[in-house]
């Protein structure tokens, strides 16, 4: 499992299922209360997410730099597998 930490710079993958967040790098961040109200459980900024055979360790990522054609986005939940660390 990858693990990242709050204020890690962190690109998402190419692979990435939202096009839009292909690429795109930003910083780990707490999410806001409505994420929070919507989601929950987190764990300060990041969550569990469970499926039958696998726990997958998802991390709020905001000040994106996403170009400006694509419009403003504030942040994403993001799984640690779709996350590097940018030094």
Do not use: C
Not at 2 to 11: A, E, Q, S
Not at 18 to 34: M, N, Y
């Amino acid at each position: 499992m990858n693990t990242f930490h709050l204020g890690d710079k962190v690109r998402i993958s190419w692979d990435y299922f939202v096009p839009e967040l292909q690429g795109v790098v930003g910083i780990v961040s707490a999410p806001p209360d409505s994420v929070k109200a919507s989601t929950g459980p987190w764990q300060g900024y990041w969550r569990e997410s469970r499926t039958d055979s696998d726990v997958e360790r998802i991390y709020w990522v905001e000040d994106l730099e996403i170009p400006v054609t694509e419009g403003a986005v504030d942040g994403a939940e993001v799984s640690g597998s779709d996350l590097t660390r940018l030094a």
